[in-house]
């Protein structure tokens, strides 16, 4: 069985859109540019042919990888999910007193996520530990190439 994809409503419309890109416009560029490449001859030592044919693969492979994320999606929304602990699609607000400070987590599926913006992947390290907790709950979390581990106080869950 293919594996689950965590996805807002707005994250699975922007795959739609690209995937209809792809298969358009995407599609189309790609085929120009292996005909604008056969067009200079001996296809054997052509260079521009086989870049083409290059980003015509790569084309097709994130076609097949959109769909199959499409395929397995499932929609992050409010009424499937239990307010009491941390799913996929809460904000989690967390204190790190090593650091006495607090921080605000988004934990997404893997495909929407962005570290940088606070939207953590719900595979990720700390949002595989916020998972199933609750507010005023303790999480350790492992660092990843370290010996060190990083401790949370959920103070506040919101979706």
């Given at each position: 069985m293919a594996e689950q994809v965590y996805l807002t409503k707005e994250g699975y419309k922007e795959l739609e859109a690209r995937l209809l890109y792809l298969?358009?416009?995407g599609r189309v560029s790609v085929a120009d540019k292996i005909s604008v490449a056969r067009s200079f001859?001996?296809?054997s030592e052509n260079s521009e042919y086989d870049a083409a044919r290059e980003e015509e693969a790569l084309l097709e492979q994130e076609i097949v990888?959109?769909?199959n994320t499409l395929r397995n999606a499932k929609i992050i929304t409010k009424a499937r999910v239990n307010t009491e602990v941390v799913n996929v699609g809460a904000t989690v607000k967390v204190y790190d007193k090593e650091f006495?400070?607090?921080m605000?987590?988004?934990i997404m599926g893997s495909f929407e996520s962005d570290p940088a913006k606070?939207?953590?992947s719900n595979e990720s390290p700390t949002g595989k530990a916020l998972l199933g907790k609750g507010v005023g709950e303790v999480v350790v979390v492992d660092v990843?190439?370290?010996n060190s581990k990083i401790s949370y106080k959920i103070?506040?869950?919101k979706y």
């Open positions: 298969k358009s416009e001859g001996d296809i990888e959109i769909e006495d400070e607090e605000t987590f988004k606070g939207l953590i990843p190439g370290s103070l506040d869950i």
